[in-house]
């Protein structure tokens, strides 16, 4: 692999996050490694309970990583003390999954705004402040008469906005969008996207973009990784993926994005089984369990994530 | 490239759908809560007679002259039956009960809210620290509580009070101290819940300091059940004040507490049982009216309590 590092804003190496649980350890987040160029997007696409959020949350060390490495320019995050973190912060920020428990319900959107540009220290001087604010509202959609509103007043549409002007508030180079749409209605979802993708544009930022849809990162994302319990098991361009989806997980959820043609007729990979539990996982394939292959070998090991075409990799026994 | 000076003409998000701007109501939940509590008869009532008791607290100096009024001996007058001139009697030493009662409000109230300031202040600050940072110092916090709320409060203010002698101050103290368990109780409680809530989170991912989230965003939003709280406090306060003078551990006399004008009429209970019956009226009314307001504001603060 010939990668000029220069290019790269973040590249995770093995990163690990297990919780203690009353059964055992949980492993939420098992041995992921990525890196990210600037500008470009990676998509993180898997169903629920599959760790996605708390990958998210880990490269922000909003949860302390297990094990692991985060490197962002080239700098080892996990072995920065808190100080160093909170300068670090201001180049990684979120924007949450759920628009309506992510905003303080007793602040305004005003009050939000500006906490965080004082507090960070962004702008100094009442009037700067305040300007700042205004112009992050304008910046992300919200029309100046809001500035007084509570998030309750608000759509889902618009507290995510306010979500979003608070993660470029401290003006980040990197964005992780932990499902910035899935709570949100389908118009309102596109001008979200929308949004997001011109800040991008403008603002040069890279992203990881979170979601258990394929089809809402199929236009957005360079990148695609396919996450399953805890591991990527496939990743490609996205159109690569698209175009050859070579995990048998990768196929099932690409088999389920509805296709906007009548005549065009996809047979639908139903799987069945059980998913395997995330809790103290045996060394075997995790989703052996409702593969369509039958094979031996996955069921010894866990397949480890492989280059099968350039740029393409898949943990699979089969390919 | 810089964030700043750069705009996005998103699409109009001012469309039809979404609720109107309200830039004159502020205070939204504020105000929600007045309006529940201004539909409940019974706590309107309390806070009207609170808001009587406080006025007369705070105006007795003007009303009555202390030495001549309230402690004044006027041994021709002793002991008369309830009449115009002395709408509640005198008592063995010729003072009027009626001054003496309205006067003793300043007691009640004085050390009611005082001593639930203190057990407030201390608790919600061990409450908050138990409830965000768990662990071992949740642990010390909790036992401690435990060992606290297992000391009955008349004990506790014998204790303090003989410690420490029988002045109004340490009364105050030693009924705050017995209130402490209670807030710690309470505070952790709502804070556990506020701490999972995902703005907790997002604060911190934009920088914010931990004080600073406990302060400004934890404990505003754990706030209702602390105020109900507090208010139901105020009146078990006021008995523990008055318990703790009947036993001479209180107010000082002659000052008329209206525990100690208990204690006092004690003796003539089967004669002059006026000595008694309005100075344990005034008690009943007052912690009447703050359990009143106490139980509407709960009400109004979440409506789902009510049956
Ligand atoms: N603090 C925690 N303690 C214990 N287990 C946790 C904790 N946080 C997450 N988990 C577990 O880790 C696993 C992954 O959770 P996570 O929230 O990352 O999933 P997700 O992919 O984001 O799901 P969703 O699509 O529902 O948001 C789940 O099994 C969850 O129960
Ligand atoms: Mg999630």
């Not at chain 2, 089967?270 to 009400?299: E, H, K, M, Q």
């Amino acid at each position: 692999m010939e990668k000029n590092v220069s290019n790269t804003i973040l590249e995770v190496k093995d990163l690990k996050k297990h919780f203690k649980t009353s059964r055992g350890m949980l492993h939420a987040v098992d041995g992921v490694s990525f890196s990210i160029e600037y500008g470009k997007t990676l998509g993180i696409v898997g169903e629920s309970g599959c760790g996605k959020t708390t990958l998210g949350r880990t490269i922000l060390r909003l949860v302390e990583p297990t094990s692991g490495g985060i490197m962002l320019e080239g700098r080892d995050i996990t072995k920065l003390n808190l100080r160093d973190m909170k300068k670090v912060r201001k180049d990684i920020q979120i924007i949450f999954q759920d628009p309506f428990s992510s905003l303080d319900p007793r602040n305004t959107i005003s009050q939000a705004l500006t906490e965080v540009v004082k507090v960070n220290k962004i702008r100094s001087g009442k009037q700067e402040i305040k300007d700042r604010v205004l112009q992050l509202m304008e910046t992300v959609g919200l029309a100046e008469r809001l500035i007084n509103t509570y998030p309750h007043e608000l759509d889902g549409g618009r507290r995510q906005r306010i979500g979003i002007a608070r993660a470029l508030a401290m003006e980040p180079k990197f964005i992780v969008c932990d499902e910035p749409v899935s709570a949100l209605d389908v118009s309102i979802q596109a001008q979200i996207l929308n949004l997001l993708q011109e800040l991008q544009e403008t603002l040069g930022l890279s992203y990881i973009f979170i979601t258990h849809d394929l089809a809402v990162v199929n236009h957005f994302a360079d990148v695609i990784a396919v996450m399953y319990l805890g591991q990527i098991v496939e990743k490609a361009p996205t159109e690569e993926l698209f175009a050859h989806p070579l995990h048998p997980y990768t196929q099932a959820l690409l088999s389920a994005i509805p296709i906007p043609e009548i005549l065009v007729e996809r047979p639908r990979i139903l799987l069945r089984g059980e998913i395997t539990s995330p809790i103290n996982p045996k060394d075997e394939c995790r989703f052996g369990n409702r593969c369509f292959h039958d094979c031996k070998e996955c069921r010894g090991s866990n397949p480890v994530l492989r280059e099968v075409s350039p740029d393409h990799f898949v943990a699979c026994c089969k390919v | 490239m810089s964030i700043n000076n750069v705009t996005i003409n998103a699409p109009a998000t001012e469309s039809a759908h979404g609720p109107a701007p309200r830039r004159y109501v502020r205070k939204t939940q504020m105000r929600i809560v007045l309006h529940q509590l201004s539909k409940n008869k019974g706590a309107m009532v309390g806070l009207f007679i609170i808001l009587a008791i406080v006025l007369v607290a705070i105006f007795a100096d003007v009303l009555f002259d202390y030495d001549r009024d309230v402690v004044g001996i006027h041994i021709s007058q002793k002991l008369l039956r309830p009449s115009w001139a002395h709408p509640f009697g005198t008592d063995d030493l010729g003072r009027d009960i009626f001054i003496r009662v309205l006067y003793g409000s300043r007691y009640s109230v004085s050390v009611g809210v005082v001593a639930t300031i203190i057990g407030l202040g201390i608790g919600v600050v061990l409450g908050a620290i138990a409830g965000y940072y768990c662990g071992l110092a949740e642990d010390i916090i909790m036992r401690f509580n435990d060992i606290l709320s297992a000391v009955p409060s008349i004990l506790m203010g014998i204790v303090i009070v003989s410690a420490m002698g029988a002045t109004t101050f340490n009364l105050m103290l030693a009924i705050g101290i017995t209130s402490v368990p209670q807030f710690v109780r309470i505070t952790r409680a709502s804070v556990l819940t506020v701490r999972n809530q995902e703005y907790i989170e997002a604060l911190h991912a934009a920088g914010i300091s931990e004080a600073r989230i406990i302060a400004f965003h934890v404990l505003p939003n754990c706030l209702s059940p602390i105020i109900v709280q507090a208010t139901l406090r105020i009146a078990s306060a006021i008995i523990a004040a008055s318990s703790l003078s009947f036993l001479g551990l209180g107010v000082p006399a002659p000052a008329p507490e209206w525990g100690s004008m208990l204690s006092l009429g004690r003796q003539y209970v089967r004669t002059a049982s006026y000595l008694t019956i309005f100075p344990g009226l005034a008690i009943l009314v007052t912690v009447l009216a703050f359990n009143l307001l106490g139980d509407g504001l709960r009400d109004a603060i979440d409506p789902k309590l009510k049956k």
